[in-house]
């Protein structure tokens, strides 16, 4: 086996590369979960626009309706958006009065 001093040494290498690697790892899911957000915030965008064309209101009062239902129903927020959009596309669209 190798000296004390070496062991120590290569103990305290591998103990970086670990260190290293659980950084890399937190970094790459953070990554994930801010791509996750921009891809689900559009969505969330267009619900709250369905709301206000509908309800009224502003931004922070659409926003609080669709995390009420979210929690009233126990499902994600980003996909009571989803349905609510989804909704709205497959309804017939109303003309503008004709002048």
């Not at 890399?24 to 957000?37: F, G, I, K, T, V």
């Not at 369905?50 to 126990?74: K, M, P, T, W, Y």
Request: proline share 3%; hydrophobic share 45%; net charge positive.
């Amino acid at each position: 086996m190798g000296s004390p001093r070496r062991t120590g040494g290569l103990a305290e290498q591998a103990s970086v590369v670990l260190a290293n690697a659980d950084l890399y790892w937190s970094a790459r899911n953070l990554a994930d979960e801010l791509q996750e957000a921009m891809r689900t915030r559009a969505v969330i965008e267009q619900a709250k626009g369905i709301i206000l064309a509908e309800r009224g209101g502003d931004a922070d009062a659409a926003f609080e309706a669709l995390v009420a239902l979210s929690q009233r129903r126990h499902v994600k927020l980003h996909d009571v958006a989803q349905k609510l959009v989804d909704g709205a596309a497959r309804r017939p669209t109303r003309r503008a009065p004709e002048a």
